[in-house]
């Protein structure tokens, strides 16, 4: 994905060039191995800021909510999904957007190489689908495919699916099952289910940037935040803890893209998608549906049909 | 000035004879849990002093996430009615092993705000003075560690009460304090070296650690210049921009010491709670009216910057609110580099 920079700059410096848009919205490289920064670039000069590589995990669709200017937005396909969300309910309009798509071939997972080696990593490199790792004492060559984000080593839309222009042909989806994972949860007796989620929230601190960093997540006041009346205490209580992240998942229902914004951003390495992936896989299973394919059609859950299944009522 | 040398296989035994006397604190990983915490340690459980670098800083030992700071009950019935009861706590000895010099320097940094001549929080010094603080040094700092410019350092001694070097088969333990010297002593260390050699083999270790730090910031001019031209400068919507205004910067810095106060009531019963809370969280400073003074991201984002770096600086006019940990730099789901915001602010 290396090579998408060079058409990345040239598209975006056009588009600002023939003031086709106000502003890009892209990344610029960070300051840390496995770290960019989503960035603004306003001027043809600033335009060689931009970069792409495998640690643009941040879904940028967060940054359009209620802007409103005319904007140029870099999109793989989990941010072009999160795109076509945020049109549907209102929170960009499609006029105002130049969509430049990028083909993925998924995001490097930091955490997990981060935790494979007990030095420190000081830099990473990509090269051909191998991922270079360089420490103080170490290199070590990886295949990228091996280390990828979750979400992304389980994506079958890779490519974006609303664009204005392409950084490159589109890459071949994968073909994978994509909830192995939840049936063995979902297979679970009660009380391990318990446990398991008990354990997986064990280390919540409520930074919430889980949720700020969730395109999903832009309600003006958060039900965790509302203090008349206050919905859910705000200690370190852990049936609050848990009240939280149950809630935010559910108005995720239908909705999450599994972007895995979520997973990137957790500081203490929490897994809460397996609670989204669970509601979006009974959206497809009930519903055939999936977030962010379509402009033209509803999200299942704010529309009625006669044959909605109603097995729940007893 | 004297310093013990502790060798590496009575460091276990140590640490189980001192619990006579006091409750351990250290570094723990649960298992099957990514990283270690700063915990309690029950009996057999040793502090790990491997990973160093814990996300969380051990800021919640002295100011946990939450704590209860008084029960109450209306009931008439109760011999307790109307009378606010600070709960019981354990505030017995406590040693913290392997605390990070500079996580231990940041307490200085806090206990300038909660314990002044005018007021003192309770739960903070109480549990800050049960505290005797064994630090390690780093002899490996990491990219993001930025100590050496914040006054403290690998080596810093400015909050421990001993500072213990890993020579490979052995500790040297720097006494600091009287403190200290007790929980050697309740351990059962007391082998003597050659203060002068060993000091001398300390120092090199700490320049050789603090050679290695090559991350800078100065913030010189930031003292010169004025509130006002930092608070109005035009960079603050670029640092903003990425930022997602969750907590993370701010619930993992050993020196954010912001809290809210809320109350629990159940029926004629309940509690005053003290939690963490965060300026990068709107809710923290939404007026009862209704009225929000930092209503927009780039605000919160700007009053971060501008209270570590200088309205804690002009106020105590003792160097700036941050002991250079890095954990907001690493851990930040964006990248927003205090290093750099630092930079744009001295320049």
Same mark, same amino acid.
């Given at each position: 994905m290396l090579g998408?920079?060079?058409?990345?700059?040239?598209?975006?410096?056009?588009?600002?060039?023939?003031k086709k848009v106000d502003m890009i919205i892209g990344f610029k490289k960070g300051t840390m191995p496995m770290m960019n920064e989503p960035c603004l670039v306003k001027s043809p000069k600033d335009v060689e800021k931009l970069v792409w590589d495998s640690n643009c995990g941040?879904?940028?669709?967060?940054?359009?909510?209620?802007?409103?200017?005319?904007?140029?937005?870099?999109?793989?396909?989990?941010?072009?999904?999160?795109?076509?969300?945020?049109?549907?309910?209102?929170?960009?309009?499609?006029?105002?957007?130049?969509?430049?798509?990028?083909?993925?071939?998924?995001m490097i997972d930091k955490h997990r190489l981060t935790s494979m080696f007990e030095g420190e990593i000081e830099q990473v490199t990509e090269q051909n689908g191998n991922i270079t790792i360089k420490g103080e004492d170490f290199e070590e060559i990886l295949k990228k495919n091996d280390v990828l984000q979750q979400n992304c080593s389980v994506c079958i839309h890779r490519n974006p699916v609303v664009y204005d222009e392409l950084v490159s042909d589109l890459v071949e989806e994968q073909d994978v099952d994509?909830?192995?994972?939840?049936?063995?949860?979902?297979?679970?007796?009660?009380?391990?289910?318990?446990?398991?989620?008990?354990?997986?929230?064990?280390?919540?601190?409520?930074?919430?940037?889980?949720?700020?960093a969730c395109p999903l997540c832009?309600?003006?006041?958060?039900?965790?935040?509302?203090?008349?009346?206050?919905?859910?205490g705000k200690s370190d209580d852990s049936i609050d803890i848990r009240t939280f992240h149950f809630l935010r998942a559910y108005h995720c229902a239908g909705r999450c893209t599994d972007c895995g914004a979520c997973e990137r951003a957790c500081p203490v390495g929490i897994n809460m998608r397996m609670f989204t992936r669970k509601l979006e896989k009974d959206c497809f299973e009930q519903y055939g549906w999936e977030a962010g394919l379509s402009l033209d059609e509803r999200p299942p859950l704010d529309t009625y049909k006669p044959e909605d299944p109603d097995d729940f009522i007893k | 000035m004297k310093v013990i040398k502790i060798d590496k296989k009575d460091w276990v035994g140590g640490l189980e004879k001192s619990r006579s006397?006091?409750?351990?604190?250290?570094?723990?990983?649960?298992?099957?849990?990514?990283?270690?915490?700063?915990?309690?340690?029950?009996?057999?459980q040793e502090p790990d002093l491997t990973t160093l670098n814990t996300v969380i800083s051990p800021k919640s030992i002295v100011f946990p996430q939450s704590e209860v700071m008084f029960e109450y009950t209306t009931d008439e019935k109760s011999e307790d009615c109307n009378l606010l009861k600070r709960p019981e706590k354990n505030y017995s000895p406590c040693a913290v092993i392997g605390i990070r010099p500079y996580d231990a320097a940041a307490f200085l940094l806090v206990q300038k705000n909660f314990d002044t001549p005018d007021y003192r929080d309770p739960y903070w010094c109480d549990a800050y003075e049960a505290c005797t603080f064994i630090g390690m040094a780093i002899n490996n700092p990491d990219n993001t560690d930025f100590s050496t410019s914040t006054k403290s350092g690998p080596f810093d001694e400015s909050g421990l009460d001993?500072?213990?070097? #890993?020579?490979?088969?052995?500790?040297?333990?720097?006494? !600091?304090?009287?403190?200290?010297?007790? =929980? +050697?002593?309740?351990?059962? $260390?007391?082998?003597?070296?050659d203060t002068d050699a060993a000091i001398k083999q300390i120092d090199e270790m700490k320049n050789?650690?603090?050679?290695?730090?090559?991350?800078?910031?100065?913030?010189?001019?930031?003292?010169?210049?004025?509130?006002?031209?930092?608070?109005?400068? #035009?960079?603050?919507?670029?640092?903003?921009?990425?930022? !997602?205004?969750?907590?993370?910067?701010? =619930? +993992?810095?050993?020196?954010? $010491?912001?809290?809210?106060?809320?109350?629990?009531?159940?029926?004629?019963?309940g509690k005053r709670f003290k939690n963490w809370d965060g300026c990068m969280f709107p809710l923290f400073t939404h007026h009862s009216s209704g009225h929000n003074p930092r209503g927009i991201k780039v605000m919160r984002v700007r009053q971060r910057f501008m209270h570590k770096l200088k309205y804690f600086l002009d106020k105590y006019e003792d160097g700036i609110m941050c002991v250079g940990c890095g954990r907001?730099?690493?851990f930040c789901p964006v990248n927003i580099d205090i290093r750099n915001v630092c930079k744009l602010m001295n320049s």
């Open positions: 998408y920079i060079d058409k990345i700059r040239q598209i975006s410096k056009g588009l600002i060039e023939d941040i879904n940028l669709a967060n940054y359009l909510t209620d802007r409103k200017e005319r904007i140029g937005i870099i999109a793989k396909g989990c941010d072009s999904r999160n795109i076509v969300t945020h049109i549907i309910e209102n929170k960009i309009k499609r006029e105002q957007l130049v969509i430049i798509g990028v083909p993925c071939t998924g994509r909830y192995e994972d939840v049936r063995k949860i979902e297979a679970m007796p009660s009380e391990k289910k318990w446990n398991y989620f008990d354990d997986l929230l064990s280390t919540c601190i409520r930074c919430y940037a889980c949720r700020n832009y309600c003006p006041t958060c039900f965790v935040d509302e203090s008349r009346p206050q919905w859910v | 006397a006091y409750r351990l604190v250290g570094p723990f990983k649960e298992n099957g849990k990514q990283f270690p915490v700063f915990k309690e340690l029950d009996k057999g001993v500072l213990l070097v #890993d020579m490979k088969d052995h500790f040297l333990a720097k006494v !600091i304090t009287d403190k200290g010297d007790a =929980y +050697l002593k309740a351990a059962g $260390w007391t082998a003597k070296v050789k650690a603090e050679v290695k730090i090559a991350s800078k910031i100065s913030f010189d001019n930031i003292e010169k210049k004025s509130i006002m031209e930092l608070y109005e400068a #035009d960079f603050w919507e670029d640092v903003a921009f990425a930022c !997602i205004n969750c907590g993370t910067c701010t =619930y +993992l810095c050993p020196t954010c $010491w912001c809290f809210d106060i809320q109350d629990e009531n159940h029926g004629k019963s907001c730099t690493r």
